[in-house]
């Protein structure tokens, strides 16, 4: 599989960047499923007793949402506020008719999915295909929760919400068509209906460059690398420990592989190996098995479902706001749609 998407993946994201025959010829499907997308929308939305912010993007893939709602739910309870997150737990196997609960349910791939067991760290949170249902759950089980963070939810309408963030990349909106003739989930113009688009820079770009070179982007974020972390000691090691070093692997099971590889080689670790895996992709012990580097480096989204092979390290990064009145800015518009809500009690 992970061999058939080394070829798959490169494919498409080159047949998404120009509008060439293939996407031409696949523009009817477009179509249908733009005109899917619109009739959902048209859904009345249910609203909940607290301000709803959702984080998601337009482009396929990952674009950088699971860093940014970390940081965002790290902010959020430095500022006093009592987050909560819910998702439709993608991945998962178990979930029937009941949302899951962190806390209630134990954590696992399985029950939750990769990112929400990542983010269940962070924050309590509830999954289901149905968020509306896992957010009045999430509110009944943990009361103290004043604001509510729908992961990945931007095309989910039925929720309704109060702030919507895009995250964005390098990659831009492609050749600007929907899938399956371009990489966009939804239309471009939805860059122009959000509350806040923020672009994913280089971490090595520095923010002072960025603000020059990109003048009418307000908000952006860089993904910095803090240290790698043992997987099975939790011990740390900085990056430097890693560079020049021989008989490593690198694996990404994420949206965007290749940024990730970038990464390190841009702090000067080179590996012997690399291998993608499809997104969301469910690690065994026979995957690690055939790997026979001495070190295998991976993201914190891939660990929460990899053995304990004592030969794992993680790399953790922490999204940076550029500039940094980001949060300055999203508190005002969410201290005005709180005191809404709480005019309507």
């Not at 998404?16 to 929308?41: D, V």
């Not at 249902?133 to 963070?149: F, M, S, T």
Request: aromatic letters at 8%.
């Amino acid at each position: 599989m992970s061999k058939i998407n080394n070829i798959l993946t490169p494919f498409f994201q080159s047949v998404w960047q120009k509008k060439g025959l293939i996407s031409t010829l696949l523009l009817p499907f477009a179509y249908l499923y733009e005109w899917a997308g619109k009739q959902r929308a048209k859904q009345p939305c249910v609203p909940l007793k607290c301000p709803v912010i959702v984080v998601g993007n337009i482009y396929v893939g990952g674009t950088g949402k699971t860093p940014v709602t970390i940081q965002l739910i790290n902010d959020l309870k430095a500022l006093g506020f009592h987050p909560g997150v819910v998702s439709r737990g993608y991945g998962a196997t178990e979930i029937k008719n009941e949302p899951h609960l962190s806390g209630h349910t134990p954590l696992s791939p399985e029950n939750f999915g990769d990112e929400p067991c990542l983010l269940a760290q962070y924050a309590p949170i509830a999954v289901h295909p149905n968020r509306v249902l896992a957010a009045q759950k999430l509110l009944a089980v943990y009361p103290e929760i004043d604001v509510i963070i729908s992961d990945d939810g931007l095309q989910h309408r039925r929720l309704a919400r109060d702030i919507e963030i895009i995250v964005q990349d390098s990659r831009g909106i492609g050749n600007g068509r929907v899938l399956p003739a371009g990489p966009l989930r939804e239309s471009a113009d939805r860059l122009n209906t959000v509350d806040f688009v923020l672009q994913n820079f280089s971490p090595l770009e520095d923010p002072d460059t960025i603000k020059k070179q990109y003048p009418n982007v307000p908000y952006g974020f860089n993904l910095k690398p803090v240290h790698f972390r043992h997987l099975v000691t939790q011990t740390t090691q900085p990056l430097e420990a890693f560079q020049g070093k021989t008989g490593l692997c690198v694996l990404a099971g994420i949206g965007n592989p290749q940024r990730f590889f970038n990464t390190l080689t841009q702090h000067g670790i080179t590996a012997q190996t690399y291998l993608r895996f499809p997104d969301h992709y469910a690690f065994s012990t026979t995957d690690f098995d055939k790997i026979t580097q001495d070190i295998i480096l991976l993201t914190a989204k891939d660990a929460i479902k990899c053995p304990a092979d004592p030969r794992i390290w993680v790399l953790e990064v922490q999204a940076q706001w550029i500039p940094g009145d980001f949060i300055e800015a999203l508190l005002r518009q969410l201290n005005h749609k709180r005191s809404n809500h709480e005019s309507n009690i």
